[in-house]
C-alpha cells in the first residue's frame, strides 16, 4: 500500500489549499477513504471521510469548510480546505482507514499570517 500526499503549504487565514493523494497497491475503488492530520504533540484527529461511491462525512471542526473527493479512475483522493483557520496548522494523512494506521508520509499545512 502506497499513498502519496501533496499539495500543502504557507497560507494565509481564510485562504484556501487542495490537498492531493495518490494511492496505489491496493484496488483504490474498493475502501472508503480518510483524511487525517495531527498536530505536534498530539493523536491523530480524524476529519473526513469519502465512501467508496462518494458519500461523504466530515469532523464537526472541519463541517462547512472541507470537501473530501476521489477519482477513482484515477486512484486519486482530494481534500479542498477553504476558509482556513490558524487551528488548521497540522500534517495533512490521507488514509485507509480511520484511524490512520494505513497512512501515506502527510504534506504539511500552515495557517498563518
Known amino acids: 500500500v502506497q499513498l502519496a500526499e501533496s499539495g500543502g503549504g504557507l497560507v494565509q487565514p481564510g485562504g484556501s489549499l487542495t490537498l492531493s493523494c495518490a494511492a496505489s497497491?491496493?484496488?483504490?475503488?474498493?475502501?472508503?477513504m480518510y483524511w487525517v492530520r495531527q498536530t505536534p504533540g498530539q493523536g491523530l484527529e480524524w476529519i473526513a471521510t469519502v465512501t467508496r461511491i462518494g458519500g461523504t462525512v466530515y469532523a464537526d471542526s472541519v463541517k462547512g469548510r472541507f470537501i473530501i473527493s476521489r477519482d477513482n479512475a484515477n486512484n486519486s483522493l482530494y481534500l479542498q480546505m477553504n476558509d482556513l483557520k490558524p487551528e488548521d496548522t497540522a500534517r495533512y494523512y490521507c488514509?485507509?482507514?480511520?484511524?490512520?494506521?494505513?497512512r501515506g508520509q502527510g504534506t504539511q499545512v500552515t495557517v498563518s499570517s
Open positions: 497497491g491496493f484496488t483504490f475503488k474498493d475502501y472508503w
Open positions: 488514509a485507509r482507514d480511520r484511524t490512520g494506521e494505513t
